[in-house]
């Protein structure tokens, strides 16, 4: 009963401090003005009901935003949160007040477990009667993840953007390079950023994922690469993250099917791009993935299994389309790699490469050859049946799978004297073979990405 009697008490406070406005919170608006239409949080998903459900306790949850009655909410001047379809209201679960109690619909009945005090400068929906926040379970982005309350912390899985906001964002990152923490299942990683100067600090940036090779790290992927010269000159952010299976003097990726670790990198990798999102004040319609060798095999994986994440793939030294069918490892299994819409793919590929050979074999890990990956992202992209084929240089052709699906053509580079290298790179890569410098990676895959 005590415990019951403080957090009753804590509950009228909070919901007291709210409604007079007393200083230390001018920025809560404890009423807005009737607005309807989608509410925005987490990976630029929506609240959700589920399957449009109209019955009380239905579960009210994150999914991938599209127009319809189950993602409409009206957000009224009486602190509650509608949904016109079902006339029903966000609702706490059985009036609870403690971390975890789940989102539902239920018949508007004007109790605390439907009142919601929006913030407008955290971007948070708080609970006066419990003093929590409209939280998505777990900081994970996948559809169909329940809304609960939590503890008010801060994370990007309690922002909400309501009808009618504008979406800004302010970016807390300096300029240069920085280490920023992603956490992910209780474990907090340091990630690797570089943001390019002179940009306002509420211009949304273009973010692009740059995977190290086996053997690598987030931070020698930034030097490697030489990324950081091209998001200058394009204004565009670089992550770059570390694999979690050790591997030499740095890491390797879980690759799904391929490979096994202690950490999910698709899940993980999502969590960064969320993260960054925020911290980066990144745009969400323009993330891009990268990678090299391993790397480039991980951000493939990426790319089949979280499509709507992405606007473009770009795979240096080591392009995959799933995982070798077990039945015929010199072809990709269709099974592996379904992605839901069409993504734009450029690769780069020596012919030289004797780590992912070009015409197949190799490690287990490889196996089918980069034509055959190229011709599978052509037919996932609806492209047509041929590709077209130009000379770009002396020892450089482009092979192209156009009138595809969503304009998502698929784009491959192949170097005759090539190694298991870079473009245009002007890093070392001593017993890997020869680096090409008739073309340049980043200036051709910024310029794909643009285009895409």
């Given amino acids: 009963m005590r415990h019951r009697a403080l957090r009753i008490l804590r509950a009228a406070v909070l919901s007291s401090i709210s409604l007079l406005g007393l200083p230390g919170i001018a920025a809560v608006t404890p009423h807005l003005a009737d607005r309807t239409g989608p509410i925005v949080g987490l990976a630029g998903k929506c609240v959700d009901v589920a399957a449009s459900g109209t019955a009380n306790g239905t579960a009210v949850q994150l999914y991938t935003c599209a127009p319809g009655v189950a993602q409409t909410w009206t957000v009224s001047d009486n602190g509650t949160i509608r949904n016109p379809h079902s006339g029903k209201c966000l609702d706490v679960t059985g009036q609870g007040t403690e971390n975890g109690s789940k989102i539902q619909l239920w018949e508007c009945n004007g109790s605390g477990a439907q009142q919601w005090i929006h913030d407008a400068s955290a971007q948070t929906l708080l609970n006066p009667q419990s003093g929590r926040c409209l939280d998505v ?12 309350i939590w503890d008010c912390n801060g994370q990007s899985n309690q922002k909400w953007r309501l009808p009618g906001d504008d979406g800004a964002c302010t970016r807390s990152v300096a300029a240069g390079d920085s280490t920023l923490a992603v956490t992910f299942n209780g474990v907090r990683y340091n990630v690797a950023v570089h943001v390019p100067s002179g940009v306002g600090a509420t211009t949304r940036l273009p973010l692009l994922l740059d995977l190290h090779g086996t053997g ?4 020698g992927q930034l030097v490697y690469s030489n990324i950081k010269s091209a998001a200058q000159t394009n204004k565009f952010a670089v992550v770059a993250p570390s694999g979690a299976i050790a591997s030499g003097s740095g890491f390797a ?49 990426f790319t089949c299994a979280r499509p709507d994440r992405l606007a473009g793939l770009a795979a240096i030294a080591g392009l995959r389309a799933g995982r070798p069918d077990p039945a015929n490892t010199s072809q990709p299994d269709a099974s592996s ?21 070009y015409e197949g074999g190799g ?15 052509a037919a996932l992209n609806g492209c047509g049946s041929t590709p077209t084929t130009a ?11 156009s009138g595809c699906r969503d304009g998502a053509d698929v784009v491959l580079y192949r170097i005759s004297d090539g190694g298991h290298t870079w473009p245009g790179t002007p890093q070392p890569s001593p017993g890997n073979g020869t680096t090409t410098q008739e073309i340049d990676a980043n200036a051709l ?3 794909f990405f643009a285009a895409h």
């Fill in 363 to 377: 490690s287990a890990v490889w196996q089918y050859s980069v034509p055959a990956a190229q011709q599978r992202w």
């Fill in 216 to 219: 690598g790290t987030g931070a």
């Fill in 445 to 447: 895959l910024w310029s």
């Fill in 253 to 301: 990726w879980n690759v799904p099917g391929v490979t096994s670790g202690p950490r999910d990198d698709v899940a993980f990798l999502e969590q960064v791009i969320t993260t960054m999102g925020s911290a980066l004040c990144g745009d969400p319609n323009r993330v891009f993935a990268i990678g090299y060798s391993g790397g480039a095999r991980m951000a493939s994986a």
């Fill in 337 to 357: 790699c379904r992605p839901t819409r069409a993504v734009p793919v450029i690769a780069f590929h020596g012919q030289q490469d004797y780590t992912n050979p």
């Fill in 137 to 148: 379970t777990g900081e994970n982005s996948a559809d169909r993840t329940r809304l609960q």
């Fill in 391 to 401: 000379a770009v240089s002396s020892h450089v052709s482009r092979l192209t799978y």
